[in-house]
Antibody
Framework: EVLLVESGGGLVQPGGSLRLSCAASGFTFSTFDMHWVRQVRGKGLEWVSG???????YYPGSVKGRFTISRENVKNSLYLQLNSLRAGDTAVYYCARGMVRGVIGSAMDVWGQGTTVTVSS | QSALTQPASVSGSPGQAITISCTGT?????????VSWYQQHPGKAPKLIIY???KRPSGVSTRFSGSKSGNTASLTISGLQAEDEADYYC???????????FGGGTKLTVL
C-alpha cells in the first residue's frame, strides 16, 4: 500500500522553529517529486514547497527564506524545516507525492493525513 | 500571486449535474495542461480526482470530468450522489517563479 505519514507537528511560540517529517512507504520514494501543502482550519489549500528527485527545491514567495524542504532517500523521508514561525503559519501540513517525475507542476496523487502546527504564545 | 478563483459554493439535487469553475490567467490555467482537481471531505486529506485537465486516476468515478477553455478550467460532476458532498479545489502550474496555485475551494452541497 502506498502511504505517506506525517509527524512532528505541535505547539510552538511565535518566532520558534519546528521540523516536520513525512515517512513514505509502498513506492520507490527516490523517483518521485514531493510537496508540502498546508491548510488553515476552515480555509483552502496552500502549496508551501516542492522538491525534485535531484534535490532541487521550489517555494512560493510567502515562505521563501523561512521554510526549507529536504529529503533523505535512504530513509524514504521528506522533511520541512519551519523557522521564524508566525500565527499565520498555524495550519494542518500535508505531504503529497507528485505524479510525474521532473515536472514540479504535475498533480499530487498521494497525500498523507496531515500534521497540525499551532503557533501561539 | 493570487489564488485561482472558484465559486464559494454550489449545490444540486441527487441525479443532477453540476459544474465548478476555476478561473486563472494566461500565466497559469491558460498556459498549461497541468490543471488538477481535488475532493476533500471534512477532516480528511484531499484526494486527486482529475489531472492534466481531463484525465481521471484509476478508481475515480466516470461521473467526474474536467475541461478547460481559455483561462478557465471546469469540473463537472454528473449523476450527483450524497457522497459527492465535499469541498473541491482546483490547482494549476503557474510557471517557473510561482510554480503552483490552488483555487480557494468550492463547497458542494447535495440537497
Amino acid at each position: 500500500e502506498v502511504l505517506l505519514v506525517e509527524s512532528g507537528g505541535g505547539l510552538v511560540q511565535p518566532g520558534g522553529s519546528l521540523r516536520l517529517s513525512c515517512a513514505a512507504s509502498g513506492f520507490t520514494f527516490s523517483t518521485f517529486d514531493m510537496h508540502w501543502v498546508r491548510q488553515v482550519r476552515g480555509k483552502g489549500l496552500e502549496w508551501v514547497s516542492g522538491i525534485g528527485t535531484a534535490g532541487d527545491t521550489y517555494y512560493p514567495g510567502s515562505v521563501k527564506g523561512r521554510f526549507t524542504i529536504s529529503r533523505e532517500n535512504v530513509k524514504n523521508s521528506l522533511y520541512l524545516q519551519l523557522n521564524s514561525l508566525r500565527a499565520g503559519d498555524t495550519a494542518v501540513y500535508y505531504c503529497a507525492r507528485g505524479m510525474v517525475r521532473g515536472v514540479i507542476g504535475s498533480a499530487m496523487d498521494v497525500w498523507g493525513q496531515g500534521t497540525t502546527v499551532t503557533v501561539s504564545s | 500571486q493570487s489564488a485561482l478563483t472558484q465559486p464559494a459554493s454550489v449545490s444540486g439535487s441527487p441525479g443532477q449535474a453540476i459544474t465548478i469553475s476555476c478561473t486563472g490567467t494566461s500565466s497559469d490555467v491558460g498556459s498549461y495542461k497541468l490543471v488538477s482537481w481535488y475532493q476533500q471531505h471534512p477532516g480528511k486529506a484531499p484526494k486527486l480526482i482529475i489531472y492534466e485537465i481531463t484525465k481521471r486516476p484509476s478508481g475515480v468515478s466516470t461521473r467526474f470530468s474536467g475541461s478547460k477553455s481559455g483561462n478557465t478550467a471546469s469540473l463537472t460532476i454528473s449523476g450527483l450522489q450524497a457522497e459527492d458532498e465535499a469541498d473541491y479545489y482546483c490547482r494549476s502550474y503557474a510557471g517557473s517563479s510561482t510554480f503552483v496555485l490552488f483555487g480557494g475551494g468550492t463547497k458542494l452541497t447535495v440537497l
